[in-house]
């Protein structure tokens, strides 16, 4: 009896852990406050900022349409600037309308039709007055650690990080920005 037992309950931290739960987000994201300067502290590693050594940041500008310009910056391995401008968007899959969810893109305008060419960009929690913001995808592939300051405070960072860890996302894997 206690066989089966353990087996049933392995049997279900496997399931628990290989099912992934729905992403919670901020409540209440203001745009125009959530705007400005944005310096990354951390991130998962990925393939759009291989080339990035340092000196990561973004500018978020809210435009009278209700999108977002995105212009991100960083310095590459080679030394050089590289700076990519996008467009964010409420995501198109919810109702109603959050400003957590929302959907970038940094392909050219004339093929913003096609929906393979939007990523998710979920707040999902910000710290202080907007001091801080923890940014991640559904599927737990992408995230970011972000602050107003160039060089964040050490401790909110790794408590975003460790709420991250709860939702789910391979910290371990997490790189810190130089800024």
């Not at 977002?68 to 080679?78: G, P, S």
Request: aromatic fraction near 10%.
């Amino acid at each position: 009896m206690k066989v089966i037992t353990a087996v049933a309950a392995l049997g279900a931290l496997v399931g628990c852990a290989s099912s992934k739960q729905p992403l919670p987000t901020q409540s209440n994201i203001e745009p125009s406050k959530y705007a400005g300067t944005w310096y990354e502290q951390a991130r998962l590693p990925n393939r759009f900022q291989n080339k990035c050594a340092g000196d990561v940041h973004a500018q978020y500008t809210v435009n009278p349409d209700k999108t977002i310009k995105v212009v991100n910056q960083c310095r590459t391995t080679d030394g050089k600037i590289d700076k990519v401008e996008g467009e964010a968007r409420l995501a198109t899959k919810t109702t109603p309308p959050d400003f957590s969810k929302l959907e970038v893109r940094f392909a050219p305008k004339w093929i913003s039709w096609i929906p393979a060419v939007w990523g998710d960009y979920w707040i999902m929690k910000t710290h202080g007055k907007y001091e801080y913001s923890l940014v991640g995808t559904p599927d737990r592939k992408f995230l970011w650690v972000l602050s107003r300051d160039k060089v964040g405070d050490g401790r909110i960072v790794s408590e975003l990080l460790n709420y991250a860890r709860t939702q789910g996302f391979p910290v371990e894997k997490v790189v810190k920005t130089k800024q």
